[in-house]
């Protein structure tokens, strides 16, 4: 016994004198100061899109990461936060009071500020997918102009003048300086660490809590009616539709992304984690409940030449043929999504 | 135990040479020097101000223009030889550093050197580099060095991505308007931009374009790398075979910025890169 614990004890010591002089010769740039934060993927979650190995997470960059989502420094005239429209409360989606994102000097955007939670595990991002890792989110909300109108240069050189954030650049990432790559960095740090996994539905599929009849008979009818689309425990197959909000496409949403005609007027299918309280609900904030959603795709869509197949029957409009207490029986699963642990999580929360 | 004594002993020996050294040294290695030298046609480029009316160039189409900005981005960088001589330019990126990219930009001079080192002594008779920023760039997220974009690096927001080569200037027949943009920019009168940027490949989306080309170039002859020996290959990239190439009008194409828009221009790329002659001696050059 005595023996098998020397034998171990000295492999570890192999171990960390190979791991120590691995690190004495590194020197430099490769250098993280502090202590990895764990990036736990729930286990019935899929493997990560982020790439942590070119930004592990340290508690320093999920701090500082936190500290410049909740600064509204980040705005041209130090109005606007990522927090505006991305509040703990709502799944880090906007209130419904902002139907459409509110940016400098009142300026409405066109569309709703999605929940930002599980990005960590998205392929791509916003309504129209135009951007296709997390590290880049951030810039098109600092340099919209009527999101907060300012420009990376900008930010960078106001976080330089503050002798606070060039502490925490030098403690999170060993830079003598702050640059966009490591804001962009430290926000991605904060933001990955936003899963949200531990909702009713989520406790019952590990077998810790049941669901009511009601659930259950929404959950059988949720899967046999809307998980083609808003697929696995993601809630979103990631893919790009149109599901009959209307014929005009003001907004040609992922037509901008791909030029392409036949792409005009569809939008990414979003997570439906959280849905219960992320009210408004489409890329414009067309439906302000779940029950307007739900009888949307019973009886309202609208026909367009983009129109996803899967609501119609040949040349008739069907959507997603439901009677009012199916409608309202999935309503109740969808609230089972609902991840109170996550919108209380003390980590996520503005304590400054 | 003794596996362990071992072990023990390797991480010491290793730990001596890998800080002795970084690499091995089998072989004599040299430098190679890549000029990228830009001209519109037989001309050397010469910058204008934005706006001015000027016009030094002309299309064989009679479109008189001249260059405001120039420039494209260059990455993985391949000599070969025809022994099988071969050098690969390391690609080592962090948000601290973007080593194996490079910005060759018309308006800095230092930027048309790129020095590539410890190349395998041997002879080398071409280069393949890739113009633009490709998907694997683009995925590994917020980089530094020259694709740090609040330092200059030509970042799409709108389409996440890099433009991979810009051409700005102003025409007689552009038809852009003046534009105040309001925030202290302006578009001047008769300008013209042209980005080309797109780097996702779709299945069954034609519209949807990867502009990122990769292009090898023959010396027409090889040329010796040794500790003593750093040649020097002279690339011509020429404005005008681009702006030939796609027939330019600048009285309708006069904003490009988007992927499908900037395809033509890509698809000239292949036309627009040439090595114009290769240096053997060590200092040729002097540019």
């Not at chain 2, 578009?187 to 990769?214: C, I, L, P, Q, S």
């Amino acid at each position: 016994m005595v023996m098998v614990i020397n034998r171990v004890m000295k492999k570890c010591l192999a171990i960390g004198w190979v791991l120590f002089s691995l690190w004495s010769c590194g020197g430099g740039a490769d250098e993280k100061p502090g202590e990895v934060l764990a990036f736990v993927k729930p286990e019935h979650f899929p493997e990560p899109t982020y790439t942590f190995q070119n930004n592990p997470i340290t508690a320093e960059g999920f701090e500082l990461g936190k500290k410049l989502f909740f600064d509204p420094i980040l705005s041209r005239d130090k109005s606007v936060s990522c927090n505006n429209c991305h509040q703990q409360s709502r799944a880090f989606a906007d209130t419904p009071l902002h139907p459409t994102s509110v940016g400098v000097d009142n300026r409405f955007g066109i569309r709703n500020a999605p929940s930002i939670a599980n990005m960590a595990f998205m392929k791509e991002f916003f309504w129209d997918g135009a951007v296709t890792h997390l590290d880049f989110v951030p810039i098109n909300a600092i340099e919209s102009d009527v999101e907060m109108d300012e420009s990376l240069e900008n930010v960078v050189k106001k976080l330089n003048a503050s002798e606070a954030y060039r502490t925490k650049f030098k403690t999170a990432f060993g830079t003598e300086e702050a640059t966009a790559p490591y804001l962009l960095h430290a926000l991605s740090q904060f933001t990955a660490m936003m899963i949200s996994a531990d909702s009713k539905y989520d406790k019952y599929l590990q077998g810790q809590e049941e669901l009511t009849a009601n659930e259950s008979r929404g959950l059988a009818l949720f899967e046999q009616k809307c998980s083609s689309c808003h697929a696995g425990v993601l809630f979103t197959d990631q893919s790009y539709r149109n599901n009959g909000i209307s014929s005009d496409f003001g907004d040609k949403g992922r037509g901008l992304i791909t030029e392409d005609e036949a792409d005009e007027g569809k939008f990414k299918v979003p997570s439906l984690r959280n849905a219960g309280i992320t009210a408004p609900y489409m890329h414009n904030a067309k439906f302000s409940t779940l029950e307007e959603v739900l009888e949307h795709y019973g009886n309202g869509m609208v026909d367009s030449p983009t129109l996803d197949p899967s609501f119609k029957n040949g040349e008739v409009v069907v959507g997603i043929p439901m009677t009012k207490e199916e409608q309202g029986d999935i309503i109740e699963f969808i609230h089972t999504l609902t991840d109170y642990t996550f919108i209380s999580d003390e980590r996520f929360r503005n304590n400054e | 135990m003794k596996i362990s004594k071992i072990l023990a002993l390797l991480a010491l020996i290793v730990t001596i040479m890998s800080c002795e050294n970084d690499e091995p040294q089998p072989e004599e290695f040299g430098t190679f020097q890549l000029y990228f030298d830009n001209k519109v046609g037989a001309s050397e480029l010469t910058l204008s101000e934005p706006g001015s009316t000027n016009y030094n160039y002309e299309t064989t189409n009679g479109e008189k223009f001249n260059l405001s900005r120039f420039g494209y981005y260059v990455s993985k960088i391949k000599l070969e030889g025809p022994n099988g001589e071969l050098y690969e330019d390391e690609v080592s990126v962090s948000a601290s550093e973007s080593k194996g990219y490079y910005q060759i930009l018309e308006s800095v001079a230092s930027s048309h050197n790129v020095m590539l080192e410890n190349v395998p002594a041997g002879s080398y008779s071409k280069v393949t580099f890739t113009i633009g920023v490709a998907e694997d760039g683009v995925q590994e997220g917020a980089l530094g060095g020259v694709l740090d974009p609040a330092k200059g690096a030509w970042f799409w927001n709108w389409n996440a991505g890099y433009i991979g080569m810009a051409i700005e200037g102003t025409a007689e027949n552009s038809a852009q308007q003046y534009v105040d943009w309001g925030n202290g920019t302006e578009t001047k009168e008769k300008t013209f931009a042209v980005h080309v940027g797109g780097w996702k490949d779709v299945t069954d989306n034609e519209n949807f374009v990867n502009n990122v080309r990769t292009r090898t170039l023959d010396f027409g002859t090889t040329v010796s790398v040794s500790e003593e020996l750093s040649p020097n290959a002279h690339v011509v990239t020429d404005v005008l075979k681009l702006l030939d190439g796609v027939n330019i009008d600048f009285s309708s194409t006069y904003s490009v910025h988007a992927p499908k828009a900037g395809k033509p221009f890509a698809d000239q790329l292949a036309n627009a890169f040439v090595v114009h002659h290769v240096h053997q001696s060590s200092n040729g050059h002097g540019h």
